[in-house]
Nanobody, 116 residues
């Protein structure tokens, strides 16, 4: 079965950095787009970033463009989200996502809190 396990969240000061990881299993990782979403308290879940199967093509929400970098290691079946210049408004639970067999799958999420 499809499993997505996020890690790397935590508390960081404004301007700091964090790197999230998502370990995937249960599908052919190297053939499928992988995504990151986030959900802040009281808000809807929103798209953050996507990466193509080869890792050569990426896309970002305007709010994180230039600060976040998505990447993947197909041998390790892991997708990453490097987050730099973090702002308080980046505080959210971050979720790994994949669309497989016509349905979305989500990890359990990892909390990122940006606060001084």
């Amino acid at each position: 079965q499809v499993q997505l396990v996020e890690s790397g969240g935590g508390l960081v000061q404004p301007g700091g950095s964090l790197k999230l990881a998502c370990a995937a299993s249960g599908f052919t990782f190297s053939t499928i787009y992988m995504n990151w979403f986030r959900q802040a308290p009281g808000k809807e879940r929103e798209f953050v970033a996507t990466v193509s199967p080869t890792g050569l093509s990426t896309g970002y929400a305007d709010s994180v463009k230039g600060r976040f970098t998505i990447s993947r290691d197909n041998a390790a079946k892991t997708v990453y989200l490097q987050m730099n210049s973090l702002k308080p408004e980046d505080t959210a639970v971050y979720y790994c996502n994949v669309r497989y067999s016509a349905r979305p799958y989500w990890g359990q999420g990892t909390q990122v809190t940006v606060s001084s």
